[in-house]
């Protein structure tokens, strides 16, 4: 399906196209990418020619620029595209007046000195397959630059200037056509017409040639374009702008794959959802509980790398020597710090893949739920009675080690503690629970110990111990097994033994007490596992989501949306869940909904005379007025309170029995 949505969307671009050069098949991006820059930045070399811009001074091309100027040039810039500066024209179309002068004065400052922004010489370029060619030659491309709004809108003004001087003064023949006021494409093919025409009752020969120049994008000779404009009388200020403009030009390749993504994405989520086609991108997320799909694979790319990073000398991206087989691009790497330093984490903190030989050599023993003391349904008295006396009986001549970990919303912290010794320390915070259980056995495998032949730890985290038998756990697991494989050198036995939590027993309690009292002044321990990362990661996309639709013009009118995962197990079937979406986001089908968009001459309600849209049906419309007070008598709400389509919908999405009877026929 993605891919019939994908050939409907876009069907001249093709993410996974070959590129062959010289004899060779190129499929990186980034090679792509510069390949086409290189093709199509390549000029034909012209001899250089020397020019005075000073000839006989023309005042109407070169007066000063006026502010009735840029506000025209402004009103006839169309919305297309913006350029590398991303500033798009709608920017430009709400300055005030006294923004409109600023600006003005700046373009008067570029024409008198043309010293002109870098951006405005910066073009996007996107390639476009010619129709019925080889896309795999790099010359079966057309390219589409996008330039600067504000280059294009400061180049209506001289284009102005220079159209009406040629056509004023005659400069132009009678025979051109292109790019001039009452002379079009119909025009030349009307008088083409007629000259057949006339050819044939005069019983004579026509004859017309057609000319392509090949390779013509960006190869015009600017120095001969120059110099035949200063000799029909273009000459001063604008013509020394036109020749600074058109040189230096700077192009680069638009990698337009990842927008495709978000493209299909949204087409796909409408037609599952059921929401129409005009429904804005931000609440059609948001209602998806979804990540645009370009944001989740870079997301997926981050992940990967991460892994990887955690894998060490055990990845494919590292050589035996330890150092990279592969790196990332500057710009990639940037991003990746620039994500670690956002979680307060170093590349170096992350928990390195240990040798597996060790790992699956280890002879500790692990109890789990084999002892009596480990029935949790026990009383706490009893919990506590029947540990002291497995102590006394099975491990009366081990060293016992309690550990715990404390997690609030600001600090994650490890204690452990034994009958000589205890330690209590802070982990980085974005460890789970799962992560500083495993943590603090290593920590007290490390700290504790004096010698002892038998050690005995205590933890109340049963998946950790759990784990531990399983060669496929996490990277902090495999950790542990590594250092219990170490510690065993220097002990003739390793125990681990689950404890209920929080049962009254003295050594958890202790253990316990430490954890909680670490506080923003104690060490911290910088390690963190990449399993950790990752999932942070994924709520981060999550929050942000839900952020980006907060921070939008949509969340006031709104509010509160429910995403569709949230409400579907309430509703009964499909056309419920359509029904709902609509309502939620406004986009259930009414008059005024299709005059909005140019779908509908009048939107207003037949009884009440005004705009008949889904907030106005629901809470007002009198044509309605006897169903809706029924509905509110089933809902048990009181609709006199309800001044808002926003405070309606967020009682209706409140509870389960309420949106399960909120149906509309």
Known sequence: MLNKISNHVSQDTNTSILIIHNNRIISNPQRQSNLFVNFFALRIQHEPIPLDYNGVYN?????????????????????????ADNIPAAWFKRLNNQQVHTLTASFQEIFITTNIPQQWKHSLIIPIPKPSKDKTIISSYRPIALTSVGAKIFERIPTKRISTFLLTQKKIPHFVHGFLPLRDNQLAIYKIQSNILESHQRKDFFIGINLDIKSAYDSVYIDGLIQKCLHIGITGYIVKFIHQFLQDRVLQWSATHLKICDVIQT??????????????????????????????????????FLKHIAYG??????????????KLTNKDSSALDQLLSDFNIGIDHIIKFPNTCDCLNIKCKIHLQSLMFQNKSLPKTTIESLFEDTIRINFSNFFLIATDTSKSQQITSIAGTSITNSFAYRLQHINSIFSAEALVLCQALDELPNGEDNLL??????????????????????RLAAKIATREKFHENIDLLWTPGHAGMKWNEKADTLARRVSESDLNIQWVTAEDIITQLKVHSGNQTDATYRESKYYATLGYIPSIQTTAPWLKNRREDIIIARIISRMIITSALLHRFGLNDNPLCSMCKCDNSIEHILLYCRKYSLIRQSLCRHLNINLA?????KSFISIICSSQPLLKFFDIF
């Not at 109407?60 to 913006?82: D, F, V, Y």
């Not at 309170?641 to 389509?645: I, P, Q």
């Open 59 to 83: 005042s109407n091309l070169n007066h000063p620029i006026q502010i009735q100027e840029t506000i025209k040039a402004i009103q006839n810039t169309k919305n297309s595209t913006p350029g």
């Open 267 to 304: 087409t796909a989520l409408r037609t599952a959802i059921g929401l129409p086609i005009w429904t804005p991108n931000i609440i059609l997320l948001k209602l998806a509980a979804q990540e645009t799909l370009s944001g989740k694979i870079k997301r997926l790319a981050t992940q990967f």
């Open 313 to 326: 000398a055990h990845s494919p991206l590292y050589r035996n020597d330890g150092t990279q087989s592969v």
């Open 457 to 478: 730890l205590l933890t109340d985290n049963l998946s950790v111990l759990q784990a531990n038998l399983s060669i496929k756990s996490h990277k902090v697991i495999l």
């Open 641 to 645: 309170v309800l001044s808002t389509f």
